[in-house]
């Protein structure tokens, strides 16, 4: 991880609400932003932040997220997400969230993300495989 990741850095990202980032079980016509889909482009946003401050061969994943999804975005409408880097401490990183339509906020929370190694995060999993193959 590079010297360049520090509390207070922001990222901003605008996503427009398409189809299918919506929920369906109520109807055509009141499909908003979906909760799952909301979580996802937030772990999108910070993730493709972290890679700007990451060495070759690192990456990152969620380990925590806690959203209150406070408002419904319609189809179409445009959400800017943003995040703020509230601590890095070894190689997690936490973030305070916030996310908005163009007529109200529609989230706020935190979000904490975990650099790894992607070839020993691979030897781990590839271990993993193996030992649940032989149970």
Not at 15 to 29: C, L, N, P, S, W
Request: hydrophobic share 40%; net charge negative; aromatic share 4%.
């Amino acid at each position: 991880m590079k010297d360049t990741l520090a509390p207070g850095l922001v990222v901003t990202r605008s996503v427009t609400v398409d189809k299918a980032r919506t929920i369906d079980f109520m109807g055509e016509d009141l499909r908003v932003y979906a909760t799952p889909e909301l979580v996802r482009d937030i772990e999108q946003t910070c993730r493709d932040f972290l890679l700007e401050h990451l060495d070759e061969g690192e990456d990152s994943v969620g380990t925590r997220v806690a959203i209150d999804h406070t408002g419904a975005t319609l189809v179409g409408m445009e959400v800017t997400i943003t995040a703020t880097v509230t601590g890095v401490d070894g190689r997690g990183v936490s973030f305070e969230i916030a996310a908005s339509d163009n007529v109200e906020p529609v989230a706020k929370g935190k979000h904490n993300r975990f650099v790894v190694d992607v070839a020993k995060t691979g030897e781990r999993l590839a271990a993993k495989a193996a030992k649940a193959r032989g149970s």
